[in-house]
Each structure stands twice: as structure tokens, then as C-alpha cells.
């Protein structure tokens, strides 16, 4: 949300003018004839309804983006690994590299000239951004037919293991016109993490309302629960970045005043607004200067980032906090590892009223692939997506997947990255993955997995510390316990997706200074600087700086999808 995308729009534009003037593109990857005969034509499908292999082979130029930091096996580097091997050995698509980029904004910049110029390759990546301007542009392939043709049974049930909500957000008008790659927004809700050593100490209950929270929160503040005879603990965590950090963040005890801050989430109107100028926000921030006034905050969180929260965490100074399933990873198991006795638990995010409080997600695709419009083999993209969910879901999972990780001379190396066409799991497929799970360990039967696509590799680690206290294993087995709260409060409508996920052009030019105003705002709310009265002032700033073109736009964005 922080490029300005005026100047894309214009070049746009004349691209189209430009592309009507052509009608192939130059160098482009039709397949050759092979005696000045037809270009090569898919071969017949197999019985599961997928594309079998082109014979003969068809060449697929593509962009994409990498890193730097990525590491390879010996001998393989991004042209030659083992997933464009895997494209031409099983499927026929050579693939030939037009260009690439860093992951990130510098992929995204560089997309940005290709659309701009009209100089597309036959497939690559882009994000919903992008995805909106080729689409009214007329620049995309419709995949309707080739995805309903080819697509694979595997295939189908797991893209539309995220309710459909990629699928949707990747048609225009009735077309599909991307691949979207979808992962599953159920290990994203912010969980409550508390010490439960000094629970026990303290002898405090376990959580189930936001009453026992503050309490918990007054008693680590205030009744040293580290022994030092010092009031020098704080009962609760927040980092500098407040929003979406992962660790230390606002957003669960946000969850449970009803807030949803950074989501577009549904308005009583039933149009889609903004989740961080809500009324039930400010209630939120209320009580959270409230508790910084109390001590219970760190009076430095504002310049603390989550890297310095950890420091607090293994200085026995912090007893509570919200933040990811995967905090027992980092930074909780320096801390356990400093400090013998330590142990901390994952809890749902408790209700301030009788409504239970619901978790609030981002959307679940993150990346969309797309073909350019006159590319003759569209249906390319959908034989290679096939091949990405039979090689890593095909049950049952295999334990050592090449095509997911290699060991070579003691170093883990990542080759799953290097797949051109990636869509992961949605939340259907992963849940059943976690009940298996946990079926599994209860019964102690490894078999149970058998039909499992994810997580199967968390039962011996988790097994091991549930049986043995295995401190080895006990952020696998800390995790678990996030996974059991995952499954038991944040599965079908208990989990608020926010309704929208792409960037518009008012967003382009203006969100880095509403974002800025958003969380300065908050800050100054919470440490006392600003009185709580501010949040009204903030939200009719935010309008008036462009929140309310940005509202409209997401409205006629969504309205064009249906």
C-alpha cells in the first residue's frame, strides 16, 4: 500500500493500445511445429480428468520472483532444480526465465514496468493489485474452462478448502482469470500467552474472561511473581509495532472488545468498512491506557520492537502477551532454555460480554498466477498446479519430501520455494490435519495420520514431551497446545476473515500516511499523551485523507468480482 499507482494506471493504458496492435507476443512460448505443422496441441487427459504430458514438449515463458538468501542442493540453481526438471520430465514445459526479481516490493516494482510496457511473459505472479489492473485491462487468459477441465480431483478439494474465497477473489465478471494461492488463515488468529509458572505461584486461575485477564495482568505486575522482592515485572507485553507483529501485538486483546483493527470487515449497513475506526476500538485503547497508567505496561513499549520484547521475555520480566501459535519457536524457548521452571501456555482470547469473541484473520490468498491473454496453452498453469498438489498432498504425505526439503552436508535446504505454481491448504483440509493429530496422540496410533496432508511430522516430537517431558521437543509441544486452542474456538464463523485483501489506487497513494496516523495515534492513546477522546479525531482525520475514497473503492472493487 505504499506505491503510487497513477503513473502505472496511464502506461497501463497505453499498453492495451499497444497490445491491440500486436498479435503475438515476440519471442513468446507458443510450442514449435515440429515440420512446419500445427503447434504442438495438450495431450489427451487421463482418466483422473488431469492434462497429461505435452508431446511434444511446449516452452512456458515465465517471470518470478527469488531471493538472494536462497540456498540450493549442489549443481541446481533457479533455472535447474528439482521442480523445472519435474516440469519437463513428467508434464513437457520447458520453462524459460524472462526475468526475476527480490521477493517483496522489488518484485512487485518491476511487475509494475512489465504491465506498464505490455511486455508480459505467458505466466507469472502478481498480487490483487496488479491482478485488478490486468483484469480491467483485458490482459488474462480466462482459466474457467481449463481449470474446470484439468484441474485434478486433488486439486479441487483443496483450493476450495478455503471456503472458496481465493477462487472468488480471482474472478472477474464471471471468469477465472488467476490461480490464486491460498494458505489457510487458521493458524493466524493472535492467541493469549501467559506464564503458567506464575499462575501456579500467584495461585491465579486460568483465564476464561477479560476480568481474570486484568487481574492476572495487576497480580504480575504487582505481586513479584520472580521472587527478587523488586516491582520490576510487567503483567503485559506489547512491541512498538502494535499491529499484526506476531509477537506482542494489539490485535487479540483487540478480539476481545469485538475490534478488528486492519480488517475490512462488514458494516451494519452491509457495506465493507475499516475494522480500526470502529467504535469498539476505542473501547479497546480505553482500557489499555488504563493499564499503562497502572503499571502494567511497559512505559518504553512504544521504541521497543519484538526482538526487545523477547529480551524482556528472557529477562523474567514478562509474564503475559498476545501473539502467534508459533511463539514457543520464538523467542519463548530462549527464554525456557535461560531460565529452568519457566513454562508458558496458549488460552483463546476471552470475551469482554457474553458474545464470544471472535478471531480476526487476514485474508487467506496472498499471491495470485496468471497466463497473458493469447498464451495458447492457458491450460499450462492448471497441469502445473496439479503437479504441486499431487507431489506435496497426495496422501499419504511422504515423511521426507524431496520436493519440500533436502539435507545435504548437514544444512536444511528449502526446495519447495523454487515451484513456479504454489497453492497450498486451506482451512477444511488443515483442520481435519490437526483433529488427526490430535486423535493420534491420544490413541498413541502414528497410523491415524495416514490420511492427514499436514502436520504429520509433529506427532514423535509432541508424543515425546507429552510422555516424557521432553524439553527437546517443548515448543513442538507448546504449539500443539496453540494448535488444540485453534481447533477448539477459532473454526468456522468463529474466525472473522476480513472481506478484502488487494490494494487500491487510492491506497497506493495515500495508506502509508494513514497507516502512520492509525498506529500513532493508538500509541499515544494508550501511553496516556492523547486523551481517548483523540480516536474520534483520528477516524475523522482518516476519512477526510482519503479513508472514504478507499471505503468506496473496496466497495466497487468487491462488487465487481460478484
Known sequence: MKRSNTLIACMLAASMLLAACSSSKAGGGEAKPESGGKPAEPAKTEQNGALAKYNPPITLHIARSSSQNWKYPKGDDLNNNIWTRAYEEKLGIKLALDWTAEDGSTYDQKMNVSIASGNLPDLFTVNATQLKQLADAGQLADLTEVYNKYASPLTKQNMNSDGGLGLKSATFGGKLLAIPSINANIYSPSLLWIRTDWLKKLNLPEPKTMQDVYAISEAFTNKDPDGDGK???????????????????????ANAFHAYPTLWIKGSDGKITYGSIQPQMKAALAKLQDMYKSGQIDTEFGVKDTAKLGEDIASNKLGMLFGANWLPYLPLIDAVKKNPGMDWKAYA??????????????????????????????????????????????????????????????????????????????????????????????????????????????????????????????????????????????????????????????????????????????????????????????????????????????????ASQN
Open 231 to 253: 516491582k520490576d515485572t510487567i503483567g503485559l507485553g506489547l512491541s512498538k509495532t502494535l499491529l499484526n507483529a506476531g509477537v506482542g501485538e494489539l490485535n487479540g486483546f
Open 349 to 558: 482470547i476471552p470475551s469482554v460480554d457474553n458474545e464470544p469473541a471472535k478471531a480476526g484473520v487476514a485474508f487467506p490468498t496472498y499471491a495470485y498466477v496468471v497466463v497473458r491473454k493469447g498464451y495458447e496453452h492457458p491450460e499450462a498453469a492448471v497441469s502445473m498446479l496439479n503437479l504441486y498438489q499431487d507431489t506435496r498432498f497426495k496422501t499419504p504425505v511422504q515423511a521426507v519430501n524431496p520436493f519440500e526439503t533436502v539435507e545435504e552436508n548437514g544444512n536444511r535446504i528449502e526446495t519447495v520455494k523454487y515451484a513456479v505454481v504454489q497453492s497450498a491448504l486451506g482451512n477444511d483440509v488443515v483442520v481435519k490435519a490437526l483433529k488427526l493429530l490430535r486423535e493420534a496422540l491420544q490413541k498413541d496410533d502414528k497410523s491415524v495420520l495416514k490420511d492427514a496432508l499436514k502436520e504429520t511430522d509433529k506427532f514423535d516430537p509432541v508424543r515425546a514431551f507429552q510422555k516424557n517431558g521432553d524439553m527437546a521437543y517443548w515448543s513442538q509441544g507448546r504449539q500443539f497446545n496453540a494448535y488444540e486452542v485453534l481447533l477448539d474456538n477459532y473454526t468456522g464463523d468463529k474466525l472473522l476473515t476480513t472481506e478484502f485483501g488487494g490494494r487500491t489506487q487510492t491506497m497506493g497513494e495515500k495508506w502509508e500516511a494513514l497507516d502512520k496516523l492509525e498506529k500513532e495515534t493508538f500509541t499515544k492513546i494508550i501511553m496516556g499523551t492523547s486523551s481517548v477522546d483523540e480516536f474520534d479525531n483520528f477516524v475523522a482525520t482518516w476519512k477526510k485523507l482519503g479513508g472514504d475514497t478507499i471505503i468506496k473503492e473496496v466497495n466497487d472493487w468487491l
